[in-house]
């Protein structure tokens, strides 16, 4: 009988106790990720709001800084010196991808021979959005679409032949151009405001906590309830999402069985005594 009690204890445990969202707290397999998130004794610059929980290291983080860093050999100043309001939003994107733990519900696979996987579609705060594209405006380029093209005869990225520098305001007309087209769809433009837990913020405040944890949690929660992405119903804020583990497919016929023998058994003072 004591056999059955403890089983049904194991059952009742296994069916209560949350299981590991593989979408949480993980970091990209790609070329400069660690495998898995932890803290950091120092991070660089505007990278330092993930110090405590990081995807990089603090090498990483301060090659990002760099006009021409060694993490790909991508050039900032392709068209003339990139204004310092502009391209403090190109670093903190930079550290985003390369330090939050917070991504993957929208890591996806990529065939790539530095990567295996990138983000795509991630939703990004309407005024991390706005206000890149507005500190951008007048800033030059020669492309769209910065993961490809360039001219690389050089070690680095130079504008491809027959191509011509323009400011961003001609090539990314809206907000909407810039960050949803100039890392292959990578972001993707929301109307949700910073603080709504359904957007993710490139720029926060670490002594307010990490606004995007809610963020993934949320997603991941939406990614499985519907993958395709459609639903809109949302889950009770910071409420752990619990599935019932493989044991209690495994467990629960013999409970069904053991149940009717325990109740005989321990009579009204064996439950009571639960």
Same mark, same amino acid.
Request: hydrophobic share 35%; charged share 20%; with cysteine.
């Given at each position: 009988?004591?056999?059955?009690?403890?089983?049904?204890?194991?059952?009742?445990?296994?069916?209560?106790?949350? !299981?590991?969202?593989?979408? +949480?707290?993980?970091?990209?397999?790609?070329?400069?990720?660690?495998?898995?998130?932890?803290?950091?004794?120092?991070?660089?610059?505007?990278?330092?709001?993930?110090?405590?929980?990081?995807?990089?290291?603090?090498?990483?983080?301060?090659?990002?800084?760099?006009?021409?860093?060694?993490?790909?050999?991508?050039?900032?100043?392709?068209?003339?010196?990139?204004?310092?309001?502009?391209?403090?939003?190109?670093?903190?994107?930079?550290?985003?991808?390369?330090?939050?733990?917070?991504?993957?519900?929208?890591?996806?696979?990529?065939?790539?021979?530095?990567?295996?996987?990138?983000?795509?579609?991630? @939703? +990004?705060?309407?005024?991390?959005?706005?206000?890149?594209?507005?500190?951008?405006?007048?800033?030059?380029?020669?492309?769209?679409?910065?993961?490809?093209?360039?001219?690389? !005869?050089?070690?680095?990225?130079?504008? @491809?032949?027959?191509?011509?520098?323009?400011?961003?305001?001609?090539?990314?007309?809206?907000?909407?151009?810039?960050?949803?087209?100039?890392?292959?769809?990578?972001?993707?433009?929301?109307?949700?405001?910073?603080?709504?837990?359904?957007?993710?913020?490139?720029?926060?405040?670490?002594?307010?906590?990490?606004?995007?944890?809610?963020? !993934?949690?949320?997603?991941?929660?939406?990614?499985?309830?519907?993958?395709?992405?459609?639903?809109?119903?949302? @889950?009770?804020?910071?409420?752990?999402?619990?599935?019932?583990?493989?044991?209690?497919?495994?467990?629960?016929? +013999?409970?069904?069985?053991?149940? @009717?023998?325990?109740?005989?058994?321990?009579?009204?003072?064996?439950?009571?005594? +639960?």
């Amino acid at each position: 009988m004591g056999a059955g009690l403890v089983l049904l204890v194991l059952l009742a445990a296994s069916v209560v106790l949350p !299981a590991r969202d593989p979408l +949480l707290n993980i970091c990209m397999d790609a070329k400069h990720h660690k495998s898995k998130p932890g803290p950091e004794g120092k991070l660089h610059g505007q990278c330092s709001p993930w110090k405590d929980y990081a995807c990089c290291t603090a090498n990483t983080s301060s090659e990002a800084h760099k006009d021409q860093s060694n993490l790909y050999n991508f050039n900032w100043n392709h068209c003339g010196v990139m204004p310092p309001k502009c391209k403090r939003h190109f670093i903190q994107d930079t550290c985003l991808y390369e330090c939050s733990p917070n991504l993957g519900p929208w890591i996806d696979q990529t065939d790539s021979s530095w990567r295996r996987e990138r983000i795509l579609h991630v @939703p +990004l705060c309407k005024e991390d959005c706005e206000e890149w594209w507005e500190d951008c405006r007048d800033s030059v380029t020669c492309k769209e679409n910065w993961h490809k093209g360039w001219n690389w !005869a050089t070690g680095t990225n130079r504008c @491809p032949w027959g191509s011509m520098c323009r400011p961003f305001s001609e090539i990314f007309p809206q907000p909407r151009d810039l960050c949803e087209k100039i890392w292959s769809n990578s972001y993707r433009y929301t109307r949700e405001h910073r603080g709504s837990g359904r957007c993710i913020q490139m720029w926060f405040d670490p002594a307010q906590g990490n606004p995007n944890v809610v963020v !993934a949690k949320y997603y991941a929660w939406k990614k499985r309830s519907s993958p395709a992405g459609m639903e809109d119903v949302a @889950p009770e804020r910071d409420q752990a999402v619990c599935a019932p583990q493989w044991s209690v497919l495994v467990l629960l016929p +013999l409970a069904l069985v053991l149940i @009717p023998e325990v109740a005989r058994g321990c009579g009204s003072h064996g439950w009571g005594s +639960l």
